[in-house]
Nanobody
Framework: QVQLVESGGGLVQAGGSLRLACVGS????????MGWYRQAPGKSREFVAA????????RYTDSVKGRFTISRDNRKSTLYLQMNSLKPEDTGVYYC????????????????WGQGTQVTVSS
């Protein structure tokens, strides 16, 4: 049974930083693409960032490029999202996701999701 457990969310002022982590279990972490999505209040869930199984390639939504960095440690079965220069519009629930398919991961249709962690950025 796939489990994804996020941590690291919280309340931060605009311009601040947070680092999210997601620990995966119940699947072969090192062979799956991993990613982050977020959902703001009253909005649909949107893609934030993704990373290939070996970590060689990444993709970001335009609004976070240059501010967020996705990374992974396959030895620890852990995915990270370093978020710098946070803005109020980054507020939302951040979800970790996994899929064997890069296409599914980046198109909003990964197989498995975590429960999410709340990020709130105050102005």
């Amino acid at each position: 049974q796939v489990q994804l457990v996020e941590s690291g969310g919280g309340l931060v002022q605009a311009g601040g930083s947070l680092r999210l982590a997601c620990v995966g279990s119940g699947f072969e972490f090192k062979i799956n693409a991993m990613g982050w999505y977020r959902q703001a209040p009253g909005k649909s869930r949107e893609f934030v960032a993704a990373i290939t199984n070996g970590g060689a390639s990444t993709r970001y939504t335009d609004s976070v490029k240059g501010r967020f960095t996705i990374s992974r440690d396959n030895r620890k079965s852990t995915l990270y999202l370093q978020m710098n220069s946070l803005k109020p519009e980054d507020t939302g629930v951040y979800y970790c996701a996994t899929d064997r398919s890069w296409g599914a991961m980046t198109s909003g249709n990964p197989d498995d999701w975590g429960q999410g962690t709340q990020v709130t950025v105050s102005s």
